[in-house]
């Protein structure tokens, strides 16, 4: 990966709505040329999707929560299939240490929080936190320069 597919990282993330022709200006190169990197980057799974990111307030999400789970009662597959499904979970990462996940939820007001907890407590020990602030909601990734 080059300077140019750094720089091309950059402004997808800024916008990926930007047309090849956008990025050629930008980048001073032709637009086969960006779309041939464009192409690469994506067979190398450095672009994993093209996506839209929305506002969860603005879709009747007001409440976003961080809920760890611990002592799961069930396998792992079983409880990882529960949260596959489960719609009021946006992320799910299983981690190291005394805590088995970490899961971050949005929910539309406290009785779907409740609701969503009762749901969950069946699978094992869970800490909620409601998330007051986001000082960094979504941070731009470049690679670092091992990469």
Same mark, same amino acid.
């Given at each position: 990966?080059?300077?140019?597919?750094?720089?091309?990282?950059?402004?997808?993330?800024?916008?990926?709505?930007?047309?090849?022709?956008? *990025?050629?200006?930008?980048?001073?190169?032709?637009?086969?040329?960006?779309?041939?990197?464009?192409?690469? *980057?994506?067979?190398?799974?450095?672009?994993?999707?093209?996506?839209? %990111?929305?506002?969860?307030?603005?879709?009747? %999400?007001?409440?976003?929560?961080?809920? *760890?789970?611990?002592?799961?009662?069930?396998?792992?597959?079983?409880?990882?299939?529960?949260?596959?499904?489960?719609?009021?979970?946006?992320?799910?990462?299983?981690?190291?240490?005394?805590?088995?996940?970490? *899961?971050?939820?949005?929910?539309?007001?406290?009785?779907?929080?409740?609701?969503?907890?009762?749901?969950?407590?069946?699978?094992?020990?869970?800490?909620?936190?409601?998330?007051?602030?986001?000082?960094?909601?979504?941070?731009?990734?470049?690679?670092?320069?091992?990469?």
């Amino acid at each position: 990966m080059d300077q140019i597919d750094v720089k091309l990282l950059e402004l997808l993330q800024n916008d990926s709505r930007m047309t090849i022709s956008e *990025l050629s200006n930008q980048l001073a190169l032709s637009r086969p040329s960006i779309s041939e990197r464009l192409q690469r *980057l994506q067979e190398q799974g450095v672009i994993e999707e093209f996506t839209a %990111r929305i506002s969860l307030p603005a879709v009747g %999400r007001e409440i976003l929560l961080i809920i *760890l789970v611990s002592h799961v009662k069930v396998s792992l597959d079983e409880f990882e299939r529960f949260v596959q499904a489960e719609e009021d979970i946006i992320e799910c990462h299983r981690v190291t240490g005394e805590v088995s996940y970490f *899961l971050k939820a949005a929910v539309s007001n406290m009785n779907g929080m409740r609701l969503l907890i009762d749901r969950l407590l069946s699978y094992g020990q869970i800490n909620t936190s409601t998330v007051l602030t986001s000082p960094v909601p979504y941070r731009k990734i470049l690679p670092t320069e091992e990469s």
